[in-house]
């Protein structure tokens, strides 16, 4: 199984600055990660699909990199809209699809 | 628009059972594979099964292996989930995801989800 690592758990941001979330495969996942935002009491939203293709819809401040095991999920300047928990997965290696345990971006 | 809505959430004791429902709505059913991911309170995201567009290939977290039971109806545009002798550790909401392809790729949409409580 592959192992999914974001970090920080946390991260305090204000609003108007960038924002860099880390995701790491324990082997190589190559292009075949997603990138998700979770708001209290909703479902997660699609945000990134093979490493850096935005999904549908997805503001252009949101941008995504990588490959391999190193991930990366920018986003260019806050929104208050966009404080929430992003969590990452990868469907390179299944079953199982296994998931990041989640950044938690929080307003500074 | 693609719409997701799940139903059959409710309070349970622990070794019974439950049949989860998923209507889908706004895209060809028929033609993507769909997962079932669900989350505990305060946790993070675990999935738990996928079908592929046609019923023929259906996988599943180990921690629920045996237990539960994927299952489609493509005539109904109905997603399933048999989930048999619960436990505590099942209390989760319970979402469905439209995959991105029909064999198995990333959640591309997703319903509001519906909770289980496993408790005596």
């Known amino acids: 199984e592959i192992v999914m690592t974001q970090s920080p758990a946390t991260l305090s941001v204000s609003p108007g600055e960038r924002a860099t979330l880390s995701c790491r495969a324990s082997q190589s996942v190559s292009s075949n990660l997603a990138w998700y935002q979770q708001k209290p009491g909703q479902a997660p939203r699609l945000l990134i699909y093979d490493a850096s293709t935005r999904a549908t819809g997805i503001p252009a401040r949101f941008s995504g990199s990588g490959s391999g095991t190193e991930f990366t999920l920018t986003i260019s300047s806050l929104q208050s809209e966009d404080f929430a928990v992003y969590y990452c997965?990868?469907?390179?290696?299944?079953?199982?699809?296994?998931f990041g345990q989640g950044t938690k971006l929080e307003i500074k | 628009q693609v719409q997701l809505v799940e139903s059959g959430g409710g309070v349970v004791q622990p070794g019974r059972s439950l049949r989860l429902s998923c209507a889908a709505s706004?895209?060809?059913?028929?033609?993507?594979?769909m997962h079932w991911v669900r989350q505990a309170p305060g946790k993070g995201l675990e999935w738990v099964a996928i079908i592929w567009y046609d019923g023929s290939n259906k996988y599943y977290a180990d921690s629920v292996k045996g237990r539960f039971t994927i299952s489609r109806d493509n005539s109904k545009n109905t997603l399933y989930l048999q989930v048999n002798s619960l436990r505590p550790e099942d209390t989760a909401v319970y979402y469905c995801a439209k995959d991105s392809d029909g064999r198995g790729y990333y959640g591309d949409y997703w319903g509001r989800g519906t909770l289980v409580t496993v408790s005596s």
């Open positions: 706004g895209f060809t059913f028929s033609t993507y594979a």
């Open positions: 997965q990868q469907y390179d290696n299944w079953p199982p699809w296994t």
